[in-house]
C-alpha cells in the first residue's frame, strides 16, 4: 500500500496562494490516479481536484475551477495543488489519495490509500 504524506497547508488571508504537497513512498505515484479532498467543519468530504494516473487529464470541482491547479512531478513521487485566490469558504482539512491505475474520480469509494491530512485557513 502506497503511504501518502500531505504538507503545505497553513494560515493564509483572503486572496492568498498555498500550494499543497502529496509526497508518496514505497510505489510509483505515476502508476496512481491522485485525487485532493477536503472536509470542513461539520461537512462531508468533498472531492476537488485529480489527475489520472493514464494520461494525467485533471478535473476540478467548481467551487475551485480556474482557481486551483493540480500538478504530477514524477522525480520527486509528488502530486500538488496549487491554491490561488484563496476565500474563507476553502477553510479546511485537505487529504490526497491514491488509486492504483485509476482514471480519477471524486468519489471517496475509489481510493484505497489516504494520507492523514493538512490544515488550511483562510481568514483575515
Known amino acids: 500500500q502506497v503511504r501518502l504524506v500531505e504538507s503545505g497547508g497553513g494560515l493564509v488571508q483572503p486572496g492568498g496562494s498555498l500550494r499543497l504537497s502529496c509526497v508518496a513512498s514505497?510505489?510509483?505515484?505515476?502508476?496512481?490516479?491522485v485525487a485532493w479532498f477536503r472536509q470542513a467543519p461539520g461537512k462531508e468530504r468533498e472531492g476537488i481536484s485529480y489527475?489520472?494516473?493514464?494520461?494525467?487529464?485533471?478535473d476540478y470541482a467548481d467551487s475551485v475551477k480556474h482557481r486551483f491547479t493540480i500538478s504530477r512531478d514524477p522525480f520527486a513521487n509528488a502530486v500538488y495543488l496549487q491554491m490561488n485566490s484563496l476565500k474563507p469558504e476553502d477553510t479546511a482539512v485537505y487529504y490526497c489519495?491514491?488509486?492504483?491505475?485509476?482514471?480519477?474520480?471524486?468519489?471517496?469509494?475509489?481510493?484505497?490509500?489516504w494520507g492523514q491530512g493538512t490544515q488550511v485557513t483562510v481568514s483575515s
Open positions: 489519495a491514491a488509486d492504483l491505475h485509476g482514471l480519477g474520480s471524486f468519489s471517496t469509494n475509489v481510493y484505497y490509500s
Open positions: 489527475i489520472s494516473s493514464r494520461d494525467g487529464s485533471t
Open positions: 514505497g510505489y510509483m505515484f505515476d502508476d496512481y490516479a
